[in-house]
């Protein structure tokens, strides 16, 4: 019966993903809802219908206009681009009936790169989604248009701003407000996007889904080029990020330092091995072993991690950091080292040991082939790790007595990128060559990590 439920909901869901092409919508009274532990299959989806009210007032008008992420985007048959004006009339080489069915062809592309396709994802809907409700289809968009939402970039409409929701919660909105409940975006951002735009209208010409692309006779947003292209500054200086490891190895060292210790596991994979916050998400214990390099007193441990442009690199993980791994595993009651005479430990490398109670965690946590919640083989997301640490220095900038004013203020203002800066600014200062940290930190060209280098 199970299997039936599940088998009649994932029917329902592709029905509902095709209300443009089949000409018909599933009842709302059609059950959808997550109940006795299946899992949501899908959400209601939300029609997005032109905002006319809005146009005549100049963009700033009625306020109950409803929007939705791609997932659960339907549009009205007449701006769904089934017979859009820039529609190829030759041989498409993608199964596209309409302007979604494209957009989710083209974001397939990116299907193994969670990373560029949430990116990706989210400049394809916000634009998707104002041209909807500015009554425009995207295969029937002009030049004029273009530079109409390229203007709109500068000042959002504020209906299209709003804080962080999940992408299910009907608050959630395309651009995410600032502190001052603005959506301003920079020119580097606004760039970034014309430019998304461009390539994806470039490859619906390729594919012959399109006749011709638009943003080609659209120029880039005007930028101003930084002196320095990556926020360095937001290093922790020697001092304080010595500091910082004490107080977390002695917080760490409580019986109720649970959520400590996958702090300290994470920040330590970033500041003494210069990972990203992602790589961090995704390293698997698989993937850590004694490099060739150490010695049986003095093993050097080295993760293999897929960087940009899918490049297989290993990085050097401290004595500190291993520790502090163990106790982490521990409290996953896992074990971190291989057994004598069986096989490494599988599992992420850090995970959540208090899974919250909610759908989305038990969906994401569940075992699989059970039922049970506190499973632990799904790892934090990039998102999950950068809300944990910022919990973790929020409390520290409140509660450490050893901090002074510019300490705090610097410790309030990190982020979790601010470690792998400071892995790198340490390195340089510690005379490790400039070739070694580029190949630890995996970039591409030595002239990145030649901004850490101070005279």
Not at 43 to 66: I, K, M, W, Y
Not at 169 to 191: H, M, T, V, Y
């Amino acid at each position: 019966m199970r299997a039936l439920v599940v088998d009649a909901r994932a029917i329902v869901s592709w029905l509902r993903k095709q209300p443009a092409a089949l000409q018909l919508t599933v009842d709302l009274d059609v059950d959808s809802v997550e109940r006795d532990g299946v899992p949501l299959v899908a959400d209601e989806l939300v029609e997005v219908a032109p905002d006319f009210a809005s146009e005549r007032d100049g963009g700033r008008g009625s306020g109950g206009l409803r929007l939705a992420p791609l997932e659960r985007l339907a549009v009205l048959h007449a701006l769904s681009g089934a017979a859009g004006e820039n529609c190829s009339t030759a041989f498409c080489y993608i199964q596209a009936n309409h302007d979604l069915d494209a957009v989710r062809a083209y974001l397939n592309r990116f299907r193994e790169q969670p990373k560029t396709l949430r990116a990706r994802t989210k400049e394809l809907e916000g634009f998707l989604l104002w041209a909807v409700v500015t009554a425009r289809a995207l295969s029937d968009l002009k030049v004029d248009d273009c530079e109409a939402y390229k203007d709109f970039l500068k000042n959002p409409d504020p209906r299209f701003v709003g804080e962080r929701f999940a992408r299910h919660s009907p608050l959630w909105r395309p651009f995410a407000a600032l502190a001052d409940g603005s959506a301003s975006l920079s020119a580097e951002s606004q760039r970034y996007t014309v430019r998304v735009l461009r390539t994806a209208f470039s490859w619906w010409v390729d594919v012959r889904y399109l006749a011709g692309n638009p943003w080609k006779a659209v120029n880039d947003p005007v930028v101003v080029k930084r002196a320095s292209p990556m926020k360095i500054e937001r290093a922790l200086p020697a001092a304080l990020w010595s500091t910082l490891r004490e107080e977390l190895d002695k917080r760490s060292a409580k019986t109720d330092g649970v959520q400590w210790r996958a702090a300290r596991t994470a920040i330590l994979l970033m500041g003494d091995s210069g990972m990203r916050r992602d790589k961090v998400a995704i390293a698997r214990r698989a993937n850590l072993a004694p490099s060739l390099y150490g010695t049986l007193n003095r093993p050097v441990w080295a993760p293999v991690i897929v960087g940009k442009g899918q490049r297989e690199r290993s990085v050097p993980v401290s004595g500190a950091t291993l520790e502090a791994l163990r106790a982490h595993w521990a409290d996953r009651q896992r074990p971190f080292d291989a057994i004598e005479g069986g096989s490494t430990p599988s599992g992420p490398l850090v995970a959540p040991v208090i899974i919250p109670w909610t759908d989305a965690s038990r969906r994401r946590h569940r075992a699989k082939g059970g039922d049970a919640i506190h499973s632990n083989e799904a790892g934090y997301t990039a998102d999950g790790l950068n809300r944990l640490i910022g919990r973790m220095l929020s409390e520290l900038v409140e509660t450490m007595d050893a901090l002074d004013l510019d300490d705090r203020r610097r410790l309030g203002q990190a982020s979790a990128h601010a470690f792998r800066h400071t892995f790198a600014t340490q390195s340089v200062a510690d005379e490790v060559p400039v070739d070694v940290v580029q190949k630890v930190l995996g970039h591409v060209s030595i002239q990145t990590t030649t901004i850490y280098v101070r005279a």
